[in-house]
């Protein structure tokens, strides 16, 4: 089973303006996507050079680049202390003539938010784990069992054996934890951290007490929001804030958490809105890098704790909020409520099931989610 990933498109376009940045979490697919722009790409493509490769590494500092190749992906070359002055040289040079992909994880992403000289030559973007509309054109139910199931990082989707996730999982987990935790940042703690990657899944959907984890791994307040800091810049989790409406009065206290992979969510319940705050969160970032709109995914708390999972915010403006129920029911009295109060234009609630219908009095339709994810287009 092979997926045209839903990046192609824009990035093959953008490479023909300025480079480009690929981030997004380990072993979610960009060199696949990078390989796939090439003909016939493979990693012995003369024009993949890979930053862990002795003699690509060797030819890359001496200046060497293939001599007839358009399209040169760089792998991993953020590993080099000195990569921006590197390959601002390159494309500085060579910018009427190549045109460079630089692939990499959180190590990447962390560089270019702190600024670089190489601001203004390149187009950013993040590259998601696979979703529904990824998956299939005309999604069923057995497509979204699958999806919750093994995940949206493509090894273990594919493969699809219950087996095989376990392993993935524990490789990834040391990997996340042993090579890039290490390499970003300054930790001696490693096993409690290690822990608090065990404990954050039964934590999903729910206000991130910092002060519950931080008396659960015996540290203090600053450290515990530290730590999960650390395993946000390193796509491990994420986490959202809730959004201020000016006609209610909002609680405007802890975040709520989520995982880049929700198939490690043991509750289905929480499993099911993981998946549905990723879709969300990819159609933020999607629209965010492509059209320069700015995105963000909140939650809706006023100060009697009535709740909408999710608000989707475009230019500080709310554009949609989303109810997640696992069954086929009734619109949410929380849906009402909100809609009678503020402004959010469209309401949805999404579930599992098959009902389908739009509630006019109150802005709302009720809907599968196999159907949402075509409406969200990502």
């Not at 490479?15 to 380990?26: A, D, N, Q, S, T």
């Not at 003699?55 to 001599?67: E, F, I, N, T």
């Amino acid at each position: 089973m092979s997926v045209n990933r839903y990046l192609k498109t824009a990035v093959a376009a953008d490479l023909r303006e300025k480079m480009v940045f690929l981030g997004g979490p380990r072993q979610v697919g960009k060199t696949t996507l990078a390989l796939s722009l090439l003909d016939g790409g493979s990693e012995e493509h003369p024009a993949y050079i890979n930053w862990d490769d002795v003699m690509s590494r060797k030819a890359v500092l001496q200046g060497a680049l293939p001599a007839d190749e358009g399209l040169i992906i760089l792998d991993e070359i953020h590993k080099y202390k000195g990569w921006r002055n590197l390959v601002k040289g390159f494309y500085d040079v060579n910018k009427s003539r190549k045109r460079f992909l630089i692939t990499g994880s959180a190590k990447l992403d962390h560089y270019r938010r702190g600024g670089d000289s190489l601001q203004g030559r390149y187009h950013y973007h993040r590259l998601h784990p696979l979703s529904l509309h990824e998956v299939s054109d005309n999604p069923a139910r057995s497509d979204l069992d699958h999806l919750l199931r093994f995940g949206g990082f493509p090894e273990p989707f594919i493969k699809g054996n219950a087996r095989h996730w376990n392993r993935w999982q524990r490789e990834r987990q040391s990997r996340v934890i042993q090579d890039d935790l290490i390499n970003l940042e300054q930790v001696k703690e490693i096993s409690q951290l290690d822990l608090l990657t065990q404990v954050l899944p039964e934590r999903v959907g729910s206000p991130l007490s910092i002060n519950n984890l931080r008396e659960d791994l015996s540290v203090a307040f600053e450290t515990a929001d530290r730590w999960v800091t650390i395993l946000e810049n390193l796509y491990f989790c994420f986490r959202i804030q809730p959004f201020g409406l000016p006609q209610l009065r909002a609680a405007r206290k802890e975040k709520k958490l989520y995982m880049w992979d929700w198939s490690v969510c043991d509750d289905p319940s929480a499993r099911f809105e993981n998946l549905v705050a990723s879709n969300l969160l990819k159609y933020c970032h999607l629209t965010e890098d492509q059209e320069g709109d700015r995105m963000e995914l909140r939650f809706v708390r006023d100060s009697m704790r009535r709740e909408l999972d999710f608000v989707v915010v475009r230019n500080r403006k709310p554009e949609f909020a989303i109810e997640c129920k696992t069954g086929d029911r009734e619109l949410s009295r929380n849906i009402a409520y909100f809609a009678a109060r503020t402004d959010i234009p469209v309401f949805y609630q999404v579930h599992m099931e098959t009902r389908d219908c739009e509630v006019a009095a109150n802005r709302a339709r009720v809907l599968p989610f196999t159907t949402f994810a075509g409406i969200l287009g990502v």
